[in-house]
């Protein structure tokens, strides 16, 4: 059997680290798949790793703007794919007549409304409102369709109303660079403001990330004299980035504990996870939480969004807070900081937990799927 794979609609960020991470550790030969051929920009394809059974066909449209890269998809992906059993879409949505084909679901946003409201009238309102409707109308065609949690799967399936078609959970891995066992934890009076203990919180500066909260929170507690601070790391949405920067400059205008680094190469993030002492998560909207599960892995004490499917993931693994309320979020980060006892078993019990999410699990899981659709 032959399987195509469509990367014309993932060219940055999870989506990207997902294909390169899953056939990395994919053995598609065992499932009776003797070639995979993956279509894509140039850049996607430089990230692959070279397989006897890899096909990387660079189609020159996927280099260019989304509109080429949709006609595309509606016009050219057929006639490529003629010879495949089965087609793969990870980006999400499909516009093309090929059947069968399978998708993932790796964005959730466009199905919890109030979450898109939080971005008024704009460009990415309107983007997420056509996602809506460009991946529930692929969702209802799909042969079968992937998801990363099964809160993301009950959400999906209720708000499109429909029973959709076979569907599988399969969580994401997590490489093994990131791994590394609890340090040992240290008492706050052990900190000091030149040598302060450090809160990591990655992701992109969105506006359901809440990071200006964070920044507040963090305020609140070096106001009661504890010794900490916070370095953001991520890309920014540039509305969201505007209310970090408002929050950095009201509490901390000679930036001596509140940082914003900006995005760093995947490849390079562990050592910031690494030389972290606590890692917060503020996300009210997560389809799976790939970022928490690499903090899990690097051993760290988590406070943790109570929103979106952030429970499934960690379980009782983590301190909880709202987002939206900085006060919150300053008191599960002061329970942390105030407890070397409870941030060791946090951070142990998630380390633990983060053991279930390999690569080669999440692979085999994925082809055993496409196999299962095409022989049912």
């Not at 065609?141 to 809160?151: D, E, H, P, V, W």
């Not at 240290?186 to 450090?198: A, G």
């Amino acid at each position: 059997m032959i399987l195509g794979i469509d990367a014309s609609n993932i060219y940055s960020g999870g989506g990207v680290a997902h294909l390169v991470e899953l056939l990395r550790a994919a053995d598609p030969t065992y499932y009776g798949f003797e070639k995979v051929i993956v279509w894509g920009g140039e850049k996607i394809l430089n990230k692959l790793e070279n397989r006897n059974w890899l096909k990387k066909s660079h189609e020159p449209f996927l280099d260019k703007s989304l509109l080429w890269r949709i006609y595309w998809q509606k016009f050219i992906l057929r006639k490529k794919a003629k010879d495949c059993d089965l087609l793969f879409i990870p980006g999400g949505y499909y516009l093309g007549n090929f059947r069968p084909f399978i998708t993932i679901n790796q964005n959730l946003l466009p199905f919890e409304w109030k979450e898109m409201k939080r971005y008024g009238l704009s460009w990415q309102f309107i983007r997420n409102v056509i996602l809506y409707f460009l991946q529930s109308a692929t969702f209802r065609k799909a042969n079968g369709i992937i998801f990363l949690t099964r809160y993301a799967k009950d959400l999906v399936q209720k708000i499109i109303k429909k029973s959709l078609h076979r569907t599988a959970i399969i969580p994401h891995g997590i490489h093994s660079r990131f791994s590394k066992e609890t340090k040992k934890q240290k008492k706050v009076n052990e900190y000091t403001f030149s040598k302060p203990l450090k809160i990591l919180y990655v992701s992109t500066v969105d506006m359901y990330k809440h990071q200006w909260n964070v920044a507040e929170a963090v305020s609140i507690l070096h106001d009661l004299k504890l010794p900490v601070s916070i370095e953001f790391i991520g890309s920014a949405y540039e509305p969201s980035l505007k209310l970090l920067i408002n929050k950095m400059n009201q509490y901390d205008p000679l930036g001596k504990y509140i940082y914003y680094t900006g995005q760093i190469a995947h490849e390079k993030l562990q050592k910031k996870y690494h030389s972290a002492d606590i890692f917060v998560f503020a996300s009210s909207c997560e389809t799976f939480g790939q970022i928490v599960t690499e903090a899990m892995a690097a051993g760290l004490p988590i406070a943790c969004s109570n929103m979106s499917s952030m429970k499934e993931i960690l379980l009782d693994n983590a301190l909880y807070f709202n987002p939206e309320d900085p006060i919150s979020i300053a008191d599960s980060l002061g329970k942390l900081i105030e407890s070397p006892n409870l941030r060791t078993k946090l951070a142990r019990n998630a380390y633990k937990r983060s053991k279930i999410y390999n690569w080669k699990k999440t692979a085999d899981s994925t082809f055993k799927f496409f196999y299962d659709v095409l022989n049912r």
